[in-house]
């Protein structure tokens, strides 16, 4: 079975340029969660989608930071624009059952 | 709110030694809980999952924690190390009423000494 599927894998870009993160969750889970993993502040959680609808998106860090998901297989992070304190690890995750996340591999963003 | 707490940053153990790794959590109600494993370069991994009944769960490669309402711990151990254990350790609380959020500990770097 296909796990949760991200990409790219890795995306270095300068400051001030739009970046676009995807992720096809695992096929009949209902729930997608957005992580963003630093050294300083560990794992994050910046929204989490049930059934497609955002349910929270506390965590996510400024107007900046955007995410949709139009259908049951595909969600997509942006950041526009970019900043150099925007680098990290993000990941994303679904669940069938409460707490129990598969995770992608991440996507790892440098910003020059 | 939920809250998870991980005193111990880094542990370093022999390889066949014992291992405990400590978990606090703040929640109101009983909370769902959950030990997660990240490799390096890796995403995370369920270990294993408390929702209610028996306090001591097993989960997988070994490893089992005990639940301890009186004192809102929730501690991973495992009885022998081996030098594939190493990596970071997360400790997660979640609840069904919150629609499935999962919030994570800072996490317990594990380096295993052969």
């Known amino acids: 079975d296909a796990g949760v599927i991200q990409s790219p894998r890795h995306e270095v870009t300068e400051m001030g340029q739009e970046v676009t993160l995807r992720c096809k969750p695992i096929s009949g889970h209902n729930s997608l969660f957005w992580y963003r993993q630093t050294m300083m502040r560990g794992l994050e959680l910046l929204i989490y989608f049930n059934n497609n609808v955002p349910i929270d998106d506390s965590g996510m860090p400024e107007d900046r930071f955007s995410a949709k998901m139009p259908n049951a297989s595909f969600s997509t992070l942006k950041i526009q624009p970019s900043e150099p304190r925007d680098s990290a690890v993000y990941f994303c995750?679904?669940?069938?059952?409460?707490?129990?996340?598969?995770f992608g591999e991440g996507s790892r963003l440098t910003v020059l | 709110a939920q809250s998870v707490t991980q005193p111990d940053i880094h542990i370093t153990v022999s390889e066949g030694a014992s291992l405990e790794l400590r978990c606090n959590y703040s929640y109101g109600a009983t909370p769902y809980l959950f030990w997660y494993v990240q490799s390096p370069g890796q995403g995370l991994q369920l270990l294993l999952k408390?929702?209610?009944?028996?306090?001591l769960v097993q989960g997988i490669k070994g490893f089992e924690a005990e639940f301890k309402r009186s004192q809102s711990s929730f501690n991973l151990r495992k009885p022998s190390v081996h030098w594939s254990d190493a990596a970071e350790y997360f400790c997660?609380?979640?609840?069904?009423?919150?629609?499935?959020?999962?919030?994570f500990g800072p996490g317990t770097s594990l380096s295993v000494i052969p």
């Open positions: 995750a679904s669940s069938l059952f409460t707490g129990e996340l598969f």
């Open positions: 408390y929702f209610s009944g028996d306090t």
């Open positions: 997660a609380v979640g609840a069904e009423t919150s629609y499935d959020k999962v919030i």
